[in-house]
């Protein structure tokens, strides 16, 4: 397993392009409110790590040592801090400027305006949005297509394939990425959906984890040409896998041969989240036995699933990281078909002896997965790709390469593992 590259995990990005985006069309609305917009044909791109990028060090200690600081020389911190004005009575300060006295947010410089940084951020991403790839893989008919419908509650899926709203899903034959563009309170995210053919259809089934492992190094080779261009991009679109949701036959056994080989063989390139399909086809009991037996089998593989243990920043990322691996792998149920249960409208699959609903915790772990994917861990997801999966890549390639030598496009390799 590599070694998480240096600088990482305690600086904070700053996008120093903050263009604003070509403004998109809009198309749809999520049941949620959120609308959603297409526009294949000119892409906007956003890339949190694009060239250019500053690194911010949060510790003041690392810049003037104790012994040199100057006295505080700002008054406290003003009472509307977050947008400075030009009107502003508390003009920029750099360090050692001026002289004076005050007690203000620091005793011993008194009050900088650090902590508008976050402002300074929020606002910047807010302009340029973000991007978010997302790829789900597994075994044939366990509800792949279906089931990115449902996480993003639009018909993603459906719409990558050209399919009409009441049309059944159809069985998906290639690797297809398409991006979508959606926005909710006022923030923009690409996201890109990437459906593969389920796998073990085949009467030999070796290496079928190749054309993903393919797709995956050439989203990474894309990325490295542009950052060892001479000519950047202001911002390199990023196509890279961020998160792999791998799918888990509910046979309630163990897992197959070939779900083993896959995520032995891939999880040192992406970040793997497997999760058992289908869970209406199971017990509580039997889900929570055939969860824990998955565990155990991972384990025993010395199979690495997101988010792994090794990448834990501190004790408070350790302890809820714990608990969400405890929980692995999430049982879930997907539809993108909406019944009327209680005078309200959910996602949710109707049986003879009632409905199904996605988002019921006493359902499914449908809205943990969400929860955990898009609302606590999404930003982490595309950080573990960038420094750890594409430093990987990156620095085998420049190495193999005898240096930093633009390389050539036929020439991806194979896996970087
Ligand atoms: N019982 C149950 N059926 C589901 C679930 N999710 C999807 N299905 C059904 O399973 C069938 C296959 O769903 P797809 O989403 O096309 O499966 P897929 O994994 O994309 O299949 P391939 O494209 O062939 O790899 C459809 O009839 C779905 O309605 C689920 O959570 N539970
Ligand atoms: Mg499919």
Not at 40 to 63: C, Q
Not at 267 to 274: A, C, T
């Amino acid at each position: 397993m590599p070694s998480q590259p240096q600088g990482t995990g305690h600086h904070t990005p700053v996008d120093t392009a903050g263009k604003s985006p070509t403004p998109h069309k809009q198309t749809d609305v999520l049941p949620s409110g959120a609308p959603i917009t297409e526009k294949p044909e000119e892409p906007y791109y956003v890339t949190m790590y694009s060239p250019g990028t500053v690194y911010v060090s949060m510790d003041m200690s690392d810049i003037v040592p104790p012994e040199v600081r100057p006295k505080p020389v700002v008054p406290a911190k003003p009472p509307h801090v977050g947008a400075p004005s030009p009107s502003s009575p508390y003009p920029p300060q750099g360090l050692g400027a001026g002289t004076g006295g005050s007690s203000g947010g620091s005793t011993l410089l008194g009050y900088i305006g650090i902590d508008t940084i976050i402002e300074q951020m929020r606002k910047k991403t807010m302009k340029t949005g973000f991007d978010f790839n997302i790829m789900v893989v597994g075994h044939s008919g366990l509800g792949k297509s279906t089931l990115l419908n449902t996480l993003f509650k639009s018909q993603v899926s459906r719409r990558s394939a050209g399919w009409a709203r009441d049309e059944k899903i159809p069985k998906t034959v290639e690797i297809k990425a398409v991006s979508h563009f959606i926005e909710e309170g006022g923030v923009k995210m690409k996201l890109t959906v990437v459906d593969t053919p389920g796998f073990g259809d085949q009467i030999n089934n070796d290496n079928c984890w190749e054309p993903i492992g393919k797709y995956i190094n050439e989203q990474y080779e894309k990325f490295l040409k542009e950052e060892v261009n001479i000519t950047r991009k202001k911002r390199i679109p990023d196509t890279r896998v961020h998160c792999c949701l791998y799918f888990i036959s509910p046979t309630g056994h163990s897992l197959r041969q070939l779900d083993i080989e896959f995520m032995k063989h891939l999880s040192h390139s992406v970040n793997i989240i497997p999760i058992i399909a289908k869970a209406d086809t199971m017990t509580i009991e039997e889900r929570q036995d055939f969860k824990q037996r998955v565990r155990k089998e991972l384990e025993m593989g010395g199979i690495e699933y997101y988010p792994q243990k090794e990448f834990d920043e501190d004790m408070e990322d350790k302890s809820d990281n714990d608990k969400i691996r405890e929980s692995m792998p999430l049982a879930v149920v997907g539809s993108d078909k909406e019944y009327q249960v209680n005078g309200k409208r959910v996602l949710g699959r109707k049986t003879a002896w009632g409905v199904v609903e996605v988002e019921n915790p006493n359902h499914c772990e449908f809205a943990q997965l969400r929860d955990f994917l898009i609302r606590s861990h999404l930003q982490d997801l595309k950080e573990v790709t960038h420094n750890i999966h594409y430093e990987t890549y990156r620095a085998k390639r420049l190495h193999g390469n005898g240096g930093l030598h633009p390389v050539s496009t036929n020439d991806t390799q194979e896996s970087n593992l």
